[in-house]
């Protein structure tokens, strides 16, 4: 797990020195790092272009609906982390600020292909950039034919006949159904606490609000840790209880929800 992950505004991204040879891109939010991003991550190893993931420190929505807490499926440590354990070694993160958002879309893209030497964009169905979300696919694959760019629109991933994505997946937890979120998720939903859990022995007592993840209803749930020790996990409305915790350094704490007891 990386302990920290370095943020480009979007000046720094422009001025970063051009990639030395073609690669292979894919741009997202990549939410959850979920099978369906996994899907087109590994479509993206694939290719003879080094690959290369453009994603964002943030979503969109937490820029625009600041009334609205936006909860997400993944830290940004861990989002980099999971996107570099399918085995491609770079990941650049954009500060997705209220500059970065007024940015035309047919810019951003030629930006990214004067920079990286893109030859390939792997996107899935539903892509969007630019501001207010103006280019989408056709608008991508316009400009992708006279940049001399090959477009691949990756088809949805299903379960049971149901898209996984990363509001897909959010919904299920919120629902308590942790079981489908972790087939969707491709393992159990894991709350990154470092930072957060302090320090100590016993029962930790952490408010809601310090926690940017979704969390499942309240209740008690079985969880593991990513070592293999168990927790109890107890989320009330406004506070969540971990207990037991052992000397471990709890600074690099993250603990795995499970849908099942003694799973």
Same mark, same amino acid.
């Given at each position: 797990m990386c302990a920290s992950v370095d943020r480009l505004t979007w000046p720094e991204f422009l001025s970063l020195p051009r990639y030395p040879e073609d690669s292979a891109v894919t741009i997202g939010v990549f939410d959850g790092v979920h099978l369906g991003h996994r899907e087109l991550l590994e479509t993206l190893l694939s290719s003879s272009l080094h690959p290369l993931v453009i994603t964002f420190d943030k979503n969109p929505e937490e820029l625009f609906s600041p009334d609205k807490r936006y909860e997400r499926l993944t830290s940004l440590r861990q989002k980099v982390s999971r996107i570099r354990e399918t085995g491609i070694p770079d990941v650049l993160v954009i500060d997705f600020s209220r500059d970065f958002s007024t940015i035309e879309g047919r810019e951003f893209l030629e930006r990214v292909i004067d920079v990286t030497r893109m030859k390939r964009l792997l996107v899935g169905k539903?892509?969007?950039?630019? *501001?207010?979300?103006?280019?989408?696919?056709?608008?991508? +694959?316009?400009?992708?034919?006279?940049?001399?760019? +090959?477009?691949?629109?990756? $088809?949805?991933?299903?379960?049971?006949?149901?898209?996984?994505?990363?509001? $897909? !997946?959010?919904?299920? !937890?919120?629902?308590?159904?942790?079981?489908?979120?972790?087939?969707?998720?491709?393992?159990? /939903?894991?709350?990154?606490?470092?930072?957060?859990?302090? $320090?100590?022995?016993?029962?930790?007592?952490?408010?809601?609000?310090?926690?940017?993840?979704?969390?499942?209803?309240?209740?008690?749930?079985?969880? *593991?840790?990513?070592?293999?020790?168990?927790?109890?996990?107890?989320?009330?409305?406004?506070?969540?209880? !971990?207990?037991?915790?052992?000397? *471990?350094?709890?600074?690099?704490? +993250?603990?795995? !929800?499970? /849908?099942?007891?003694? $799973?």
């Amino acid at each position: 797990m990386c302990a920290s992950v370095d943020r480009l505004t979007w000046p720094e991204f422009l001025s970063l020195p051009r990639y030395p040879e073609d690669s292979a891109v894919t741009i997202g939010v990549f939410d959850g790092v979920h099978l369906g991003h996994r899907e087109l991550l590994e479509t993206l190893l694939s290719s003879s272009l080094h690959p290369l993931v453009i994603t964002f420190d943030k979503n969109p929505e937490e820029l625009f609906s600041p009334d609205k807490r936006y909860e997400r499926l993944t830290s940004l440590r861990q989002k980099v982390s999971r996107i570099r354990e399918t085995g491609i070694p770079d990941v650049l993160v954009i500060d997705f600020s209220r500059d970065f958002s007024t940015i035309e879309g047919r810019e951003f893209l030629e930006r990214v292909i004067d920079v990286t030497r893109m030859k390939r964009l792997l996107v899935g169905k539903d892509f969007r950039c630019g *501001r207010g979300g103006a280019v989408g696919i056709a608008e991508a +694959e316009e400009l992708c034919t006279r940049r001399g760019v +090959e477009l691949v629109v990756m $088809e949805d991933v299903t379960q049971n006949g149901t898209r996984v994505s990363s509001t $897909e !997946i959010r919904k299920r !937890i919120l629902e308590g159904e942790l079981d489908a979120a972790e087939r969707m998720l491709g393992r159990p /939903h894991t709350l990154d606490l470092r930072g957060l859990a302090g $320090e100590g022995r016993g029962t930790l007592c952490i408010p809601r609000w310090k926690i940017p993840q979704i969390l499942p209803p309240p209740g008690e749930y079985p969880g *593991r840790g990513t070592g293999g020790e168990p927790f109890r996990i107890v989320i009330h409305p406004s506070e969540i209880w !971990i207990s037991p915790l052992d000397e *471990r350094d709890s600074s690099s704490l +993250e603990v795995m !929800i499970l /849908h099942e007891q003694g $799973e």
